[in-house]
């Protein structure tokens, strides 16, 4: 069913622009999301499953929701569209928010979400991604179709996997029959050793200034909008980043140990200044590149973040995209050592409140929602 722009401007013709509430639900960077919202002057509103889950946001009244949807389960949201609706409310999604609902049933939520959900089709498979980043210009690490190629460290990665749960490594054919599960869809990877860096980019297409994304096919001449960079990290994954503790590979395997890539938490991270100019260009060529993925595109809206490995030889390489708020921006509630040269105090979900304030001054909500 999905929601036309059609539709979408019915549903804002019928918004009070003085009542308008964040609606979001309570997990993954909800705290950051409510707290930009009131820091904006908005409304709030937290959609929880279990009082376990409501009852420790009031250890945050910076961000304590002004009102709460509590549900038995998170589907039920589908239903309550119209309700949504008539409350004014646009919700902001995060990875939980896709995950909970099944991205099916995202793209159908008959309410206005921030962002362009029409991304999510490009999103969801890792070819998708591929073809994508690499319109953008950015490297990716090799594909391995064939396990008997495997001649170095391969990383291999399940569908459906979430947060690298499952994944593991492997040094050549031996390892990866011995570790991999043949009944679940996976992918081969060259393994890239280098520094892992989070790039958490906010791509305002309402803004005339500031650096301008240029257009590419269609669009070449045409500035696009403006890029910000917000933040960086770097996820804690359990058990991998310890591992080295007790010992080598090989001591492991004597203990029949193998790494995990369980998220676990974020850290806050700066990279060489040098290497920005690199990391805009990847940048503006994504988000040019999402405007030609298909006729009519309608291109990357607000936050996304370039998941990368540097190497030694200081070249990048991208092994993901997320094209929402994520989770390693929780770090950044104050402010990052990049926003806070533009604005202080300006975390992105402040700053996706802030882009909702604007286009609703300017009577063009419709160009950041879907
Ligand atoms: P999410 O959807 O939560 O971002 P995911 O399940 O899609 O996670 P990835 O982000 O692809 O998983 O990978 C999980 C982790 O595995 C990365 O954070 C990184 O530590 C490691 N990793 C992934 N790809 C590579 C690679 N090609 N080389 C080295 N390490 C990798």
Redesign the pocket.
């Known amino acids: 069913m999905g929601v036309s722009t059609e539709l979408l401007r019915k549903w804002l013709d019928s918004y009070d622009p003085a009542e308008i509430t964040i609606g979001v639900v309570a997990s993954h960077s909800s705290l950051q999301i409510l707290h930009g919202a009131r820091q904006e002057g908005f409304k709030t509103l937290g959609i929880a499953v279990g009082e376990n889950r409501r009852r420790f946001y009031s250890a945050f009244p910076g961000a304590d929701p002004d009102e709460w949807l509590m549900l038995d389960n998170y589907r039920e949201m589908l239903d309550y569209a119209e309700w949504f609706r008539e409350k004014n409310i646009i919700i902001i999604p995060h990875?939980s928010l896709v995950e909970y609902l099944g991205s099916t049933n995202f793209k159908n939520l008959q309410v206005p979400t921030f962002g362009n959900r029409g991304i999510l089709h490009w999103e969801s498979s890792?070819e998708r991604q591929r073809q994508w980043l690499e319109k953008g210009g950015c490297s990716?690490?090799k594909v391995i179709d064939d396990p008997h190629d495997i001649d170095g460290?391969?990383?291999v990665?399940?569908a459906g996997?979430?947060?690298?749960?499952g994944?593991f490594?492997a040094r050549d054919y031996r390892d990866f029959k011995r570790n991999v599960k043949l009944d679940e869809e996976f992918t081969i990877?060259?393994?890239?050793?280098?520094c892992?860096y989070?790039l958490h980019f906010f791509f305002d297409p309402t803004a005339e200034d500031g650096f301008q994304v240029q257009g590419r096919g269609a669009n070449a001449g045409k500035s696009l909008g403006r890029l910000e960079l917000m933040s960086m990290d770097r996820?804690d994954?359990s058990n991998?980043d310890e591992f080295y503790k007790l010992g080598s590979l090989r001591d492991l395997r004597e203990m029949n140990l193998e790494p995990s890539?369980v998220?676990t938490g974020n850290q806050p991270v700066v990279i060489r200044e040098s290497l920005l100019p690199r990391a805009f260009e990847m940048a503006e060529g994504t988000v040019a590149a999402s405007f030609e993925l298909e006729e009519g595109s309608r291109g990357m809206i607000g936050s996304f973040?370039l998941?990368t490995?540097v190497t030694d030889k200081l070249e990048f390489?991208v092994?993901?995209i997320?094209a929402r708020i994520?989770a390693g921006s929780n770090p950044f509630v104050g402010g990052s050592p990049y926003s806070d040269i533009n604005e202080p105090f300006m975390s992105t979900g402040r700053r996706i409140a802030r882009s909702i304030k604007k286009a609703i001054r300017d009577g063009c909500l419709d160009k950041i929602l879907s």
């Open positions: 990875g890792r990716m690490p460290p391969v990383i990665k399940y996997a979430k947060g690298g749960e994944y490594i990877q060259e393994y890239v050793l280098g892992r989070y996820r994954e991998v890539f998220v973040c998941e490995i390489r092994f993901e997320s994520v």
